[in-house]
C-alpha cells in the first residue's frame, strides 16, 4: 500500500528565505506527483504536476523535483513571503486502471515578516 | 470565489441524525469529487462521478450516500454516523474527469462536519 510522508509537519521561517519541502512515497510505481497549496479553512489549489518521466516542473517561485527512484520529491520556495504561508500537500497517483491518489499529511508553512 | 460552492460551511449533528451535504459549481465541469479531511488522517479522495455516473467509490462506509442529479450539483447524504466521521469535507469539479491529475480540479472550501 502506497504511502506518503512529508518532512517537516511544520515550518516557520523569515521572510526572504529560499524554502525545501520534502514529500517521500514509498512505492515508486507511480503515474505522476502533484504539489496542492490549501489555506485555512478553504480548498485545495494545484500547484505543480510532475509526470513520472520528468524530473521538474517550475512555475514563478516554485520548483518541483521528483526523484522516482528513491520515492522523493521537494518543493522549492525561493524568496519566501508571508503570501506563502499555507499547508503544502503532495499526492501521488498510482499506474493503471485505478487513479485514487495518495495524499501527505501536509507541511504547515508559516512566514513570518 | 473559486466557482464551487459548498454548504453548509459547518455542521453540527448527531449521530442518529440524517442530514446532507451540497456541492454546486457553475463551471461548466463535467466531473466532481468528493474528499475527506480528517485530522487523523491524510487527506482521501471519497467518490468520483463523470456525467454524473459513479467511477469510484474509495471503500468509503455505506452511512454515506453520494447523488449527483446533474453534472453541477454533488451531494453527500449522511446517515447514523459516527464520532470519527468528524472531519473536513471538501468538493472538487473538473472540466473532465481528473485521470490522475491532468484535468485540474477546483475545490470548494468544504463544509467542516462535527459528529456528536
Known amino acids: 500500500k502506497q504511502e506518503v510522508t512529508q518532512i517537516p509537519a511544520a515550518l516557520s521561517v523569515p521572510e526572504g528565505e529560499n524554502l525545501v519541502l520534502n514529500c517521500s512515497f514509498t512505492?515508486?510505481?507511480?503515474?505522476?506527483l502533484q504539489w496542492f497549496r490549501q489555506d485555512p479553512g478553504k480548498g485545495l489549489t494545484s500547484l505543480l504536476l510532475?509526470?513520472?518521466?520528468?524530473r521538474e516542473q517550475t512555475s514563478g517561485r516554485l520548483n518541483a523535483s521528483l526523484d522516482k527512484s528513491s520515492g522523493r520529491s521537494t518543493l522549492y520556495i525561493a524568496a519566501s513571503q508571508p503570501g506563502d504561508s499555507a499547508t503544502y500537500l503532495c499526492?501521488?497517483?498510482?499506474?493503471?486502471?485505478?487513479?485514487?491518489?495518495?495524499f501527505g499529511r501536509g507541511t504547515s508553512l508559516i512566514v513570518h515578516p | 470565489e473559486t466557482g464551487v460552492t459548498q454548504t453548509p460551511r459547518h455542521l453540527v449533528m448527531g449521530m442518529t441524525n440524517k442530514k446532507s451535504l451540497k456541492c454546486e459549481q457553475h463551471?461548466?465541469?463535467?466531473?466532481m469529487y468528493w474528499y475527506k479531511q480528517s485530522a487523523k488522517k491524510p487527506l482521501e479522495l471519497m467518490f468520483v462521478?463523470?456525467?454524473?455516473?459513479?467511477?469510484e467509490n474509495n471503500s468509503v462506509p455505506s452511512r454515506f450516500s453520494p447523488e449527483c442529479p446533474n453534472s453541477s450539483h454533488l451531494f453527500l447524504h449522511l446517515h447514523t454516523l459516527q464520532p470519527e466521521d468528524s472531519a473536513l469535507y471538501l468538493c472538487?469539479?473538473?472540466?473532465?474527469?481528473?485521470?490522475?491529475?491532468?484535468?485540474?480540479?477546483?475545490f470548494g472550501d468544504g463544509t467542516r462536519l462535527s459528529i456528536l
Open positions: 510532475i509526470q513520472s518521466s520528468q
Open positions: 463551471l461548466g465541469h463535467n466531473a
Open positions: 512505492d515508486s510505481a507511480i503515474y505522476n
Open positions: 462521478y463523470n456525467f454524473k455516473e459513479q467511477t
Open positions: 499526492a501521488v497517483t498510482p499506474p493503471g486502471g485505478s487513479y485514487i491518489p495518495t
Open positions: 472538487a469539479s473538473s472540466q473532465e474527469l481528473w485521470d490522475r491529475g491532468n484535468q485540474p480540479q477546483h
